[in-house]
Structures are given as C-alpha cells and as structure tokens.
C-alpha cells in the first residue's frame, strides 16, 4: 500500500545511546517532515526537507539531526538520546504547499 | 509566527448528538487550515482542509467544518456523533507553504 513508512515502531534507549529512525514514502512527494508528538503539546515540528537536498530546522531541533538521503528517505538521528527525547516521532510527507500531509504510523522512543 | 489554539483539551458528547470541536488560529495573510484524526496507537489522518471559496468544507467521516475569517476560527462539526468518532483531533494550518503548525489536540469521546 501507497504510503509513510517508519522503522522501528517501539525502542528503548539508554541516555547516550544513539540511534537512527527511518523514513520513507512512496508517493514521489517533494517534501518531508518529522515531527514529535508529547501530551498536552501537539505535535512539534523537529525538522523538515522541503525538497530533496534541502533541509531546514524546525521548532524543537536540539539533540537532532537529519539526513534526506534521496526523494523517497528521510532519516532522524539521535546522537546521544536523553530522557527529554522520550516521546512519539511521526514522519510525514506532502506534495506541495495547500495539499495534506500523510503520515507514518511512528516510532514510539523511551530513553530510560 | 502563525498558532493555532484548540481550547478544550476535551469534549463529552452522548451518541446521536451534534458534536462541535474547536480551533482558533493566528495567522498572517489568507490561511490554509486543516483537521486531522489520529485513533489509539496510529498515525494521523487527514479529514478535511479549507484553502478558499466557500466558508463550509466537507470532509471524510461526515464531518465539515466552517470557516470563519472574522472570528479566526474553524471550528470541526458533525451532525450526529458515533461512539467510533472517539478519537484524538487536531486542526493545523499552513506555515507560509513550509510545514505545519499544530494545535495541542482535543480529546473527543462519544458516551454509547
């Protein structure tokens, strides 16, 4: 099925691990997003790549990097993961400006 | 910089009633608004956007939506509410053509 792909679904770190979740979307869309989804907050926008070799910061980057390896990967690092970080990571994907976005199922991290 | 305020973390609505979930949004120039549902344990999923022409959009699941530029808001309506509506809801709008910004959620449960 056409969609967001996120790997892994579940993961316990330990403080200072790192580690490297995994997007990918096959519906040829230009641009890709990761967001952090914490109760009470909504979801806040970590990073997002506006086109294939572009990315750009979003509200809550630190403690983050990102890599969109071609049109259809984009890929969030956790370098040395803190409990801070315990959250849901939802990747998305849209075509251009005005469409919705489609979204993964996300990656549930616990950093103990 | 563009906001959006849901201002009821929940909503209590009896089945067969009218339900009404609300946003508010801040927003410079005309906006793109949008309203996602996310079930238990799932990704997001798109319901219905507003981006110009008539005031009163339809979306999936019978629901709609009423814009409203004077009152800076979009308020998600349905006419008569099923227990399977039970879910996380989110309005979001468009920030500049670069991402989104999403509001906190509002929590709706329909009582059997």
């Known amino acids: 099925n056409a969609g967001v792909t996120q790997t892994p679904k579940f993961q316990v770190l330990k403080t200072g691990q790192s580690m490297t979740l995994q997007c990918a979307q096959d519906?040829?869309?230009?641009?890709m997003y990761w967001y952090r989804q914490d109760p009470g907050m909504g979801l806040r926008l970590i990073y997002y790549s506006a086109s294939e070799g572009t990315t750009d910061k979003g509200e809550v980057p630190n403690g983050y990097n990102v890599s969109r390896l071609n049109k259809r990967e984009f890929s969030l690092r956790l370098e040395s993961a803190a409990p801070s970080q315990t959250s849901v990571y939802f990747c998305?994907?849209?075509?251009?400006?005005?469409?919705?976005?489609?979204f993964g199922s996300g990656t549930r991290l616990t950093v103990v | 910089a563009q906001s959006v305020a849901q201002p009821e973390d929940q909503v209590n609505v009896a089945e067969g009633n009218p339900l009404t979930v609300k946003c508010t949004y801040s927003v410079s120039g005309n906006p793109y608004l949008f309203w996602y549902v996310q079930y238990p344990n799932r990704g997001l999923q798109f319901l219905l956007k507003?981006?110009?022409?008539?005031?009163l959009v339809k979306g999936s699941y019978g629901f709609e939506a009423e814009f409203n530029k004077s009152q800076t808001s979009f308020h998600l309506k349905k006419p008569s509410a099923l227990v399977s509506d039970s879910a996380l809801y989110f309005c979001?709008?468009?920030?500049?053509?670069?991402?989104?910004?999403f509001g906190p959620g509002t929590r709706l449960s329909v009582l059997p």
């Open positions: 507003y981006i110009t022409g008539d005031n």
């Open positions: 519906m040829n869309h230009n641009s």
């Open positions: 979001a709008v468009d920030n500049y053509g670069q991402n989104f910004v």
């Open positions: 998305a994907s849209s075509e251009q400006s005005g469409d919705g976005y489609t």
